[in-house]
């Protein structure tokens, strides 16, 4: 399971009430609905809360609701008999039933369809199901967790996230700060991620004055995640320099960071591609949306397809150029 200690590094108000809601919430069984922007660490949340509740040695399993349709998501969830469609050669269970006895996360839960939404709330209120093509009612003893990259609250307004569902999951709320709103947590975590690195590559490499202004004026709309990878990247550009400069924090090709400015748009560098600030587009659009990919995608003029494609390469690169 991933060190939760990476990303809750920080002494900020908002981190420790996180701390402390951890604190409490895990010994119980409450169903807990973890909300934040894309890469505050709500798995690692979620793992945490595991990690410390009476079901610590039992299973943590989590699937991304948001990346799957809706007829495999809910064969994901609660399984299949064989023969109950095309290329189902042999019953299969599901996550909540191969989570019996720890803990399930459900990540990206407003994006699940109304359909789902529905057998999701029976579930919760009984622990019991059927599979795919089933007849056999099959229970269960789980504890689910959730988590939204949107506001709950705002879902509901949207008519994506069922009220009577929300009530359900929010029974212990916790919502996790983004990263620009820490304060010198920004440091902090750089610095322990730094500090990291030296220790696995047998270095001793330091940051430059400059290059914690540059963190610190940097908006950091990927929040932990895209500040941990910021920093590797620093760390290898800088080869072997023993100081992390300010052009050591910029993308592998040299761009500039894009600056949120104080008007709610974002300021572009000269010498950027135009790659590069397309991805700075949609990321401060959806960020501007709360997560919600519909209005996203008509606010930038593309399908929801389209949106979709371009967030699933940014994954992958991503992945690609920290593996």
Same mark, same amino acid.
């Given at each position: ?7 809750m ?8 009430t ?17 909300s ?66 720890g ?27 059927f ?23 705002? /879902?509901?307004?949207?008519?994506? &996230?069922? +009220?009577?569902? *929300?009530?359900?999951? =929010? ?5 996790? $700060? ?31 004055a ?5 963190l ?8 932990v ?41 974002i300021r ?6 135009? /790659?590069?600030?397309?991805?700075? &587009?949609? +990321?401060?659009? *959806?960020a501007?949306? =709360? ?5 996203? $995608? ?15 390469m ?10």
């Amino acid at each position: 399971m991933t060190d939760m200690s990476n990303w809750m590094v920080g002494r900020s108000a908002a981190i420790e009430t996180v701390r402390d809601l951890i604190v409490k919430v895990a010994p119980t069984d409450a169903t807990v609905l973890i909300s934040g922007e894309s890469g505050s660490g709500k798995e690692l949340v979620a793992q945490a809360i595991h990690a410390r509740s009476l079901r610590s040695s039992g299973p943590f399993l989590g699937i991304n609701c948001g990346a799957l349709p809706p007829t495999l998501i809910e064969s994901e969830l609660f399984g299949f008999e064989r023969g109950s469609f095309t290329g189902a050669a042999r019953s299969h269970a599901g996550m909540v039933e191969r989570a019996s006895g720890g803990t399930l996360f459900l990540d990206e839960v407003t994006e699940m369809s109304a359909d789902m939404q529905t057998r999701l709330l029976r579930f919760l209120e009984t622990q019991r199901f059927f599979r795919v093509g089933g007849s056999q009612e099959i229970r269960t003893d789980v504890r689910v967790i959730a988590a939204s990259n949107r506001s709950p609250v705002q /879902a509901v307004r949207d008519g994506s &996230l069922r +009220e009577d569902l *929300l009530y359900r999951l =929010a029974v212990f709320p916790i919502n996790l $700060a983004p990263l620009r709103e820490r304060g010198e947590d920004v440091l902090l975590l750089a610095e322990h991620f730094l500090v990291e690195l030296n220790a696995r590559h047998g270095t001793h490499k330091l940051f430059g004055a400059g290059a914690l202004q540059t963190l610190r004026e940097y908006h950091w709309p990927g929040n932990v995640r895209e500040l941990k990878n910021a920093i590797e990247r620093a760390f290898i550009v800088c080869e072997s320099e023993l100081e992390l400069q300010p052009m050591h924090i910029h993308a592998p090709d040299g761009a500039h960071s894009a600056m949120h400015d104080s008007e709610g748009g974002i300021r572009v560098p000269i010498g950027s591609s135009l /790659a590069q600030a397309e991805r700075w &587009l949609i +990321e401060a659009t *959806l960020a501007h949306w =709360a997560g919600n990919k519909n209005r996203a $995608a008509k606010t930038l003029g593309c399908s929801l397809k389209t949106l979709y494609n371009k967030l699933a390469m940014y994954e992958r690169q991503g992945m690609e150029a920290h593996a």
